[in-house]
């Protein structure tokens, strides 16, 4: 019996799983916030043999206020439902990948185990490392999939509300995973206020990355993520990032690494900085 991939999955596992003929849901997440169809064109250009692929904003995401931030998560059921038409049963192993190092794959990794899916892992390294194992690719979109019988169960997720967290400001830690000017608050490309929430440490999630595109080591990230933690466990630190999704990053670079429990705040920098009676920070 093939063994269950829950974090990250090698493209030689895959390509294993495939010649066993294991019940496999293959999701291409592929993303370009600048060009948000970008990644849906690329899909339809060339993909992994079967995969389906999941848009950000019209797929993962849940309609947008004004107040709950740029990608707000979409009502639990609903989503579970959309899965169920890609043919999610609960023994089905899923792997989700993108072109873009992982962030948006990871999203819905996080968002799998928020349904309380545990077989779900990200395709280390994606759609380069993929062919670079001789894995190859089609330009063929998939057949329409029997609907699976998947329900949610407990999440495996946890995850924290802006007010709950401003409310715990100061007794747990809190990883933002943006790129440093934009943490710093020199620059602002796409919320309100620029800055960050007040106490933060900042981790941009391309750090968890080598040279080759794939995830650091377990061990190299165990450590990194370990110097950041003190004095908290990891079930008292709570991820964010300008909108839910890049903090999913380290989400998984934590988990696989063997620091499970942390928790993300979904509404992130883009929430917070909506509201202007929230405290901010610079620097």
Aim: proline content about 7%.
């Amino acid at each position: 019996m093939s063994m269950t991939y829950r974090t990250l999955i090698s493209a030689t596992e895959l390509l294993a799983l495939e010649k066993q003929h294991q019940a496999l849901l293959l999701i291409d997440c592929s993303f370009d916030l600048a060009d948000t169809t970008a990644g849906e064109r690329a899909w339809r250009e060339q993909h992994l043999p079967g995969a389906h692929y999941l848009h950000l904003d019209r797929d993962t995401c849940g309609p947008m206020t004004g107040s709950n931030g740029r990608h707000p998560l979409p009502e639990r059921d609903a989503f579970a439902a959309r899965m169920r038409l890609l043919g999610l049963r609960r023994e089905t192993q899923v792997v989700a990948y993108d072109r873009q190092g992982g962030p948006y794959a990871a999203h819905l990794w996080w968002m799998l185990r928020w349904l309380g899916h545990e077989a779900v892992a990200v395709l280390d390294g994606g759609v380069a490392a993929w062919t670079a194992a001789g894995g190859p690719l089609s330009s063929h979109e998939p057949p329409t999939p029997q609907a699976g019988d998947f329900i949610p169960g407990a999440s495996l997720s946890p995850l924290i509300a802006a007010d709950a967290l401003q409310a715990r400001l100061g007794t747990l830690r809190l990883i933002d995973a943006r790129a440093a000017e934009r943490f710093r608050g020199e620059v602002e490309p796409l919320d309100k206020q620029a800055g960050h929430i007040p106490g933060a440490s900042n981790r941009f999630f391309k750090d968890n990355l080598g040279a080759d595109g794939r995830f650091k080591p377990a061990a190299e990230l165990r450590a990194a993520f370990a110097a950041l933690l003190p004095p908290h466990a990891p079930e008292n630190v709570v991820h964010q990032c300008g909108s839910g999704v890049t903090a999913c990053h380290n989400l998984l670079a934590m988990e696989h690494a063997g620091l499970a429990g942390s928790a993300l705040y979904a509404g992130s920098w883009s929430e917070w900085s909506s509201d202007p009676a929230r405290p901010i920070a610079k620097g």
